[in-house]
């Protein structure tokens, strides 16, 4: 489906599956290949704020006082490097909690987003490994969801509670949303456990799978310590490179 803008949830609740890093590393994928992005980190860890380059602790404002209403998403949003940015810290529990007394908490971000969607290309949206009410708001907020999957033994297991939340948003609040793909990460080619759940994923899901497969990687690793994305931090290793593709590969699905 073309369309000028684009805001796509990165959901799996299952965590360690390489979330953040995918979020981070598209996000500065697309910015480089020429395309205006933000980056709304939704999980109160703050790691893809951290992996930014920004102080999750030392935010004026961030994802939280805007779903609380305290501020306009332009008054969050942050400039770094070549994309933008609404950060997170752990107020951001809080602020969900609270959320659960409005009438309808499940919509905040998408009616917040409709001042500044149109400035952007893509809005990347990283969610809590959680089905929490954050996840939700991002699920209402999107055109689509990216799940990142690592090719383990439970990988598909824990997929099918999140297929069941994407559908139940589906018959609620948002009944445009879709699957932007699977991303098989972490992967190691050399161990045959890894090779049959992506065989079984590709079988699963078809052409919703995307071609791009990001391998275990030290350099992906070792770049959120700095403040960096991996393709920031060494544009030259696996784990970039595999980066790279996949932001090319998400244009091609989108623009032909």
Request: charged share 20%.
């Amino acid at each position: 489906m073309k369309q000028q803008h684009k805001i796509i949830a990165v959901a799996n609740q299952k965590g360690g599956v390489g979330k953040t890093t995918t979020t981070v590393n598209l996000a500065v994928g697309l910015a480089q290949l020429g395309k205006k992005v933000l980056l709304i980190d939704l999980d109160p860890q703050g790691n893809a704020t951290m992996a930014c380059g920004a102080d999750s602790r030392d935010l004026a404002v961030s994802a939280c006082e805007m779903l609380l209403d305290e501020c306009d998403a332009n008054d969050a949003i942050m400039e770094f490097k070549l994309l933008h940015l609404i950060g997170s810290n752990t107020d951001l529990t809080a602020a969900e909690l609270q959320m659960m007394d409005y009438q309808e908490p499940q919509t905040v971000l998408r009616q917040k987003l409709l001042s500044v969607v149109d400035n952007y290309d893509f809005i990347l949206v990283d969610c809590p490994p959680s089905l929490s009410i954050l996840t939700v708001n991002a699920l209402t907020a999107a055109h689509s969801v990216l799940i990142p999957m690592q090719c383990e033994y439970y990988a598909l297991e824990g997929l099918t509670s999140l297929l069941d939340t994407i559908e139940r948003v589906k018959q609620t609040t948002n009944a445009n949303l879709e699957i932007e793909g699977l991303l098989r990460t972490m992967f190691d080619g050399r161990n045959n456990l890894a090779n049959d759940v992506a065989a079984q994923i590709s079988e699963h899901f078809g052409d919703k799978v995307f071609m791009t497969v990001v391998p275990r990687n030290v350099k992906v690793a070792e770049a959120p310590s700095f403040g960096q994305s991996a393709i920031e931090y060494d544009h030259l290793s696996r784990g970039a490179v595999a980066y790279k593709g996949l932001a090319s590969e998400l244009l091609r699905r989108n623009h032909g």
